[in-house]
């Protein structure tokens, strides 16, 4: 039967989750509870009962500390029962379970354990900052602090050969024990003993939610894949953390992911979309418009004694060139697979590195190009294609070119500027190589493309011509004449390039490709 007492505003703010948990139901079942449309059986009305009571009573203490928000979620994870979160009883008293750890090294198994007992915390909203309780990790911390296995959890980590480097002192408490870090990334910190698991627990909650599926299960693998990267970098080895970026403007129609040589790509669920955009006229539009890639990215830390810079390996020197490239790369092969539908331009939007050890959220919001009102649609006919243009770009020298990649970009971003326009126009040089025969890209446009060239010459002439008058002062044109012009130039740029790769492949990066392309004209180039 329904629960006759009314639910207040504010424990329905704190969400759906903690209730289908503490409840065990549905999440949908949970929506309709709160509601006041779901039937409970009597176990469940008294357990809807008490976690209203308990509610209120933090928050009547909050209110008379003055300090709301704080004062409640710091209260909120001491709410213990023989050693056992109030929440996790609640949901063993209505037939639901908890994750069985089946760890097999001691810290593995101590911090499992832990994870399972303190999962539902994650799943309290905290009004509209929804990061701002479980991003509190002093609360984390102290809540690990009231179970009765933190002593053997914190003995665990000091005896763990991984992190032996990581500990420079050794105190008589876990806020005593620390030891400073700096990572790859180019940020120093201070690890202790106190802070580390909440911050394998935060960073792993963020893991799972990024991923998409939730559940207590999903949560305790999730923190023992943490565990096993932060026992890596502990160990002086680089590891490979993951990495997600997000792009816009492509649909992803026939399928919920797909492994590729980039990583694996995912469509936005609605989970994926409230946690990673948290803008709701955002996210109700990229159920359909949307997707985010899952790679890694090559990760060090140096505790103790620091290393400077350019002592890191190569491969941790090189990840923040190899992230860029795969981006440009995606970029690239959707214009080339959807030529005839740019724009709109699909293009990276966030991008959010997952490390074991930070306690900020690393998420960066992309300067990308505008949304477009009709993403293009990545279906099952066009995977052959996606798969033949990203082994054509992996497989051709494209250093040459690499200015071109990402002043496309550039200029798809701020279409209706003067700087937009001029980074289309260098991305179109750069493309030929240029350099002082720009007066020529014309003619090797002619060549290049062919057939019904016509109009992409008048074009490149036309964009020379705009060239001089730029650097000259004299450009006159509006913001709508600018936009024209650049997304031409946009369009040209990304059909010479469909033509070089498939005809001249082995020019992409030649200093001479203008001139070769031009007298390539009635002859042929082995490619």
């Not at 703010?13 to 139901?25: D, E, F, Q, T």
């Not at 913001?479 to 997304?487: H, L, V």
Request: net charge negative; with cysteine; proline share 5%.
């Amino acid at each position: 039967m329904p629960l006759k007492e009314p639910i207040p505003n504010f424990v329905k703010a704190m969400g759906h989750r903690v209730v289908s948990y503490i409840l065990n139901v549905s999440e949908a079942d949970a929506r309709l509870v709160l509601q006041h449309q779901a039937r409970l059986n009597a176990k469940q009305k008294d357990t809807l009962s008490s976690y209203i009571q308990l509610c209120r009573q933090m928050r009547a203490v909050a209110v008379s500390q003055g300090d709301i928000e704080q004062s409640f979620f710091h209260r909120l994870p001491h709410v213990l029962q023989n050693g056992q979160h109030m929440f996790s009883v609640w949901r063993r008293q209505n037939g639901g379970t908890t994750p069985v750890v089946n760890a097999t090294d001691p810290l593995a198994r101590s911090l499992a354990n832990v994870a399972a007992e303190l999962y539902p915390l994650f799943l309290v909203k905290a009004g509209a900052r929804p990061h701002l309780f479980y991003r509190a990790s002093g609360h984390l911390s102290a809540a690990i602090m009231h179970l009765p296995g933190h002593k053997t959890l914190y003995r665990h980590f000091i005896e763990d050969h991984s992190f032996e480097r990581v500990f420079e002192t050794i105190g008589n408490e876990p806020s005593e024990t620390f030891g400073h870090y700096a990572d790859s990334k180019g940020k120093r910190g201070v690890i202790t003993l106190s802070s580390l698991p909440a911050a394998l627990l935060i960073n792993s909650y963020d893991l799972m939610r990024v991923r998409g599926p939730i559940s207590a299960d999903i949560f305790v693998e999730t923190v023992l894949e943490m565990l096993e990267i932060a026992r890596s970098v502990a160990d002086g080895e680089v590891a490979q953390i993951p990495l997600f970026v997000g792009f816009r403007n492509a649909s992803l129609i026939d399928f919920d992911a797909l492994d590729t040589k980039w990583g694996t790509i995912r469509r936005y669920t609605p989970a994926i979309a409230e946690y990673v955009l948290q803008l709701p006229s955002q996210m109700a539009k990229r159920k359909d418009s949307g997707f985010m890639l899952e790679s890694g990215f090559a990760y060090a830390i140096n505790a103790g004694d620091l290393l400077d810079d350019d002592e890191w390996p190569d491969d941790v020197m090189d990840a923040e060139n190899d992230k860029v490239a795969t981006e440009l790369n995606i970029t690239l092969c959707m214009a080339m697979c959807f030529l005839e539908q740019t724009p709109p331009f699909v293009a990276p939007e966030w991008a959010w590195h997952i490390d074991p050890f930070s306690l900020e959220g690393a998420k960066q919001v992309v300067d990308t190009v505008k949304e477009a009102e009709e993403p293009v649609s990545v279906t099952n006919s066009v995977l052959d294609d996606l798969e033949n243009w990203s082994l054509l770009l992996e497989d051709t020298d494209s250093t040459g070119i690499r200015l071109a990649f990402g002043r496309l970009f550039s200029a798809a971003r701020q279409p209706e500027r003067l700087d937009g326009l001029l980074d289309a126009i260098l991305a179109l040089r750069n493309i030929f190589g240029a350099g002082s025969q720009a007066e020529n890209v014309a003619q090797a446009v002619s060549v290049l493309i062919k057939g019904d060239a016509q109009e992409a010459v008048e074009v490149a002439q036309m964009l020379t011509r705009d060239w001089n008058l730029i650097l000259s002062g004299e450009a006159w044109w509006d913001a709508e004449e600018i936009r024209e012009k650049t997304n031409d130039c946009i369009s040209l740029c990304l059909t010479c390039l469909h033509h070089l790769y498939l005809k001249y492949p082995t020019l992409v990066s030649e200093p001479d490709r203008l001139a070769q392309i031009i007298a390539s004209e009635g002859k042929s180039i082995a490619c």
